[in-house]
T-cell receptor
Framework: KAGVTQTPRYLIKTRGQQVTLSCSPI?????VSWYQQTPGQGLQFLFE???????NKGNFPGRFSGRQFSNSRSEMNVSTLELGDSALYLC????????????FGPGTRLTVL | GEDVEQSLFLSVREGDSSVINCTYT??????LYWYKQEPGAGLQLLTYIFSNMDMKQDQRLTVLLNKKDKHLSLRIADTQTGDSAIYFCAEIWAAGNKLTFGGGTRVLVKP
């Protein structure tokens, strides 16, 4: 079974631009969660999508948004990029049920110049 | 509130046992997880324990949970150089699918 895939793996943008990251979950998984990892703040939860609906949301500004498609693939968008948005963005997929065992992709490394 | 804490660094000799500790504050946590992250990689799920269990063993890994003290530990037996990585503990609530992570413990295995 293929694992969680994320594209692109690396991205360089400049302040003020916007960016879209993509995540394809494990086949059969309906939940996709996004996390931001930085040296200063560690791993922080952004949001979770389940069956095309946002089910949970972390404490990030509205510049961070996401969506999920009918095939469970998810995209995350960051508008008006700031230097502090430089991070590793990880997505995790799960069945979405009680166990909540989440499997992570390799991440997208975003650098904002 | 939710807070998960770990020590920053652990150095261990190859062949010895490693013990990584974690404390959490949310008593409503249902599952507690251990993830491993190698340089430049995502998070690899190592093991997890349900909150009504005290111990779980999985090959070289042993997880101990003390619910009274809200303390979780991961013991790695016969530590190998390939075990050098950052280890994260994480908790999840019954109400949602959001993982709250500790800051990570960097484990360095010396030959």
């Amino acid at each position: 079974k293929a694992g969680v895939t994320q594209t692109p793996r690396y991205l360089i943008k400049t302040r003020g631009q916007q960016v879209t990251l993509s995540c394809s979950p494990i086949s059969g998984h309906r939940s996709v969660s996004w996390y931001q990892q930085t040296p200063g703040q560690g791993l922080q939860f952004l949001f979770e999508y389940f069956s095309e609906t946002q089910r949970n949301k972390g404490n990030f500004p509205g510049r961070f948004s996401g969506r999920q498609f009918s095939n469970s693939r998810s995209e995350m968008n960051v508008s008006t990029l700031e230097l502090g948005d430089s991070a590793l963005y990880l997505c995790a997929s799960s069945l979405g049920g009680t166990n909540n065992e989440q499997f992570f992709g390799p991440g997208t490394r975003l650098t904002v110049l | 509130g939710e807070d998960v804490e770990q020590s920053l660094f652990l150095s261990v000799r190859e062949g010895d046992s490693s013990v990584i500790n974690c404390t959490y504050t949310d008593s409503s946590s249902t599952y507690l997880y251990w993830y491993k992250q190698e340089p430049g990689a995502g998070l690899q799920l190592l093991t997890y324990i349900f909150s009504n269990m005290d111990m779980k063993q999985d090959q070289r890994l042993t997880v101990l949970l003390n619910k009274k003290d809200k303390h979780l530990s991961l013991r790695i037996a016969d530590t190998q150089t390939g075990d050098s990585a950052i280890y994260f503990c994480a908790e999840i609530w019954a109400a949602g699918n959001k993982l709250t992570f500790g800051g990570g413990t960097r484990v360095l295995v010396k030959p």
